[in-house]
Nanobody, 125 residues
Framework: YVQFVESGGGSVQAGGSLTLSCSAS???????MAWFRQAPGKEEREGVAVVHGGGSKTYADSVKGRFTISRDNAKMTLDLQMNTLKPEDTAMYYCAVADWCVRTEVLKSEQYFYWGQGTQVTVSS
């Protein structure tokens, strides 16, 4: 069965850094692996960064230049290095996996069926 283990969340001051890690198991096939976040009071999950099956990466405009996503297919792990954090980055961060994803829709939560339990990131000003 599918399992996720997420770690690395925490509290940090603005300008600081955190690295989130996600270890997934139980998949027989998968395509996109992504990080999403859900800010307090918001209903929708926002796509943050994605690694496609072929290795290419997509980032939300709000995190370009600050966040770096990386994936180890052999270990099926997904990391998100977050630098220059801002208070608006405060959210619950979720690891997600899609069996197959539409390349132009990779930051949309509807593409993903499998989700981790989330890890909280809090950035104070």
């Amino acid at each position: 069965y599918v399992q996720f283990v997420e770690s690395g969340g925490g509290s940090v001051q603005a300008g600081g850094s955190l690295t989130l890690s996600c270890s997934a198991s139980g998949f027989t096939k998968y395509d996109c692996m992504a990080w999403f976040r859900q800010a307090p009071g918001k209903e929708e999950r926002e796509g943050v960064a994605v690694v496609h099956g072929g290795g290419s990466k997509t980032y939300a405009d709000s995190v370009k230049g600050r966040f770096t996503i990386s994936r180890d297919n052999a270990k099926m792990t997904l990391d998100l290095q977050m630098n220059t954090l801002k208070p608006e980055d405060t959210a619950m961060y979720y690891c997600a996996v899609a069996d197959w994803c539409v390349r132009t829709e990779v930051l949309k939560s509807e593409q993903y069926f499998y989700w981790g339990q989330g890890t909280q990131v809090t950035v104070s000003s």
